[in-house]
């Protein structure tokens, strides 16, 4: 049987331990960011979603619409459709769609790219009420872009 009175000593005690962990604690720099007022700074190693990489000479998307990104995603998130037009060498893309809802952001596509079209983007403030806010378009994006 316990007694009563060390019940209460050993309570106590666990209220001072407690306590001082609390303390410890309390003096302790702060490591929480207050978002949206602060924001960390990205690193350089920081993927976002996939973007088209614009041709400096022409304006327009270096995608040739080849589909090895297609098919090289495993989540198969990436939808690529191209045509030939007429005076054009290779083919261009007419739709460039990722469902952002399934990329794991692996890089496959960015790797196995024959034309290095395909980018890690630097957004990280990607944020959208509903689930179509994470289908992309990156041809619209990109004409969108620097208008």
């Known amino acids: 049987m316990k007694s009563p009175i060390g019940e209460v000593i ?3 005690m666990s209220l001072v331990t407690g306590m001082g962990v609390t303390i410890r604690q309390f003096f302790k720099p702060n490591v929480t960011v207050q978002y949206p007022h602060a924001s960390l700074k990205m690193t350089g190693r920081y993927r976002g979603h996939i973007e088209l990489v614009r041709d400096p000479a022409t304006g327009l998307s270096l995608c ?15 939808a690529v459709e191209g045509v030939k037009r007429d005076g054009e060498k290779r083919k261009s893309a007419t739709d460039f769609k990722v469902d952002f809802t399934k990329c794991s952001l692996c890089g496959s ?3 196995v790219c024959p034309t290095d079209a395909l980018k890690f983007s630097r957004n990280y403030n990607l944020a959208g009420t509903s689930r ?9 994006r ?3 872009e620097n208008k």
């Open 109 to 111: 596509c960015v790797e």
């Open 132 to 140: 179509e806010a994470y289908y992309l378009d990156l041809l619209k």
């Open 64 to 78: 040739i619409a080849c589909k090895s990104c297609e098919k090289a995603c495993p989540s198969d998130c990436i």
């Open 142 to 144: 990109l004409q969108t």
């Open 10 to 12: 050993r309570g106590f």
